[in-house]
């Protein structure tokens, strides 16, 4: 009887041992998403979660942070790069994925220092939602919204050229039980 016990304590603690293993290892691939908004440029900037310390970005007087998805930390088939881009002469930044245009582009278009800021998923799968990027000719602005965002909100402040760019785990909160599946 102490035997059987014995193993099956075992037993469950060699599984429970597994769940939390694959539930931190999916933990740390995931990597939230933000959008932040600067009232003095009236421009949004995507920020992935570690890329800036958040003091930097409030000096650089950002506010407004809202959770728009998550996004992953690693390569893998079936994910593309998204890559931040500065534009001095508009102060706008931007987020592109890697198949949207190529740095040449993007340098004649007046954009610069391009850095690595997170994987999304090139297709659709369970449990994901399209990305878009909006644009402002008004404030010469860029912005991302995912599907379930009120996109109504920005046809009326004036945005235009709905572009797909890519897909992303939404912002649920049980969002790890998701990757388990």
Same mark, same amino acid.
Not at 11 to 35: C, I, K, P, W
């Given at each position: ?108 278009? #007046? ?37 379930? #965002? ?32």
């Amino acid at each position: 009887m102490k035997q059987t016990l014995v193993v099956l304590s075992l037993f469950a603690a060699a599984l429970t041992a597994g769940f939390t293993a694959n539930a931190q290892s999916n933990d740390e691939e995931m990597v939230a998403v933000y959008r932040w908004f600067n009232t003095v440029d009236r421009n949004y900037v995507t920020i992935a979660e570690g890329e800036y310390q958040e003091g930097q970005i409030l000096n650089w007087k950002y506010n407004d942070k809202t959770l728009l998805f998550f996004g992953y930390r690693n390569p893998k088939e079936g994910r593309v790069a998204v890559y931040s881009w500065f534009n001095p002469r508009t102060k706008d930044v931007i987020s592109i994925a890697e198949d949207e245009f190529n740095d040449d582009q993007m340098i004649k278009m #007046g954009y610069t220092n391009k850095h690595l800021q997170f994987y999304a998923d090139s297709r659709r799968g369970p449990n994901t939602l399209a990305v878009y990027r909006w644009y402002i000719s008004k404030y010469d602005d860029w912005v991302t919204v995912p599907e379930e #965002g009120n996109t109504d909100a920005y046809i009326k402040k004036g945005y235009k050229m709905k572009t797909f760019q890519y897909f992303a785990v939404p912002r649920n909160t049980d969002v790890e039980i998701y990757n388990q599946l």
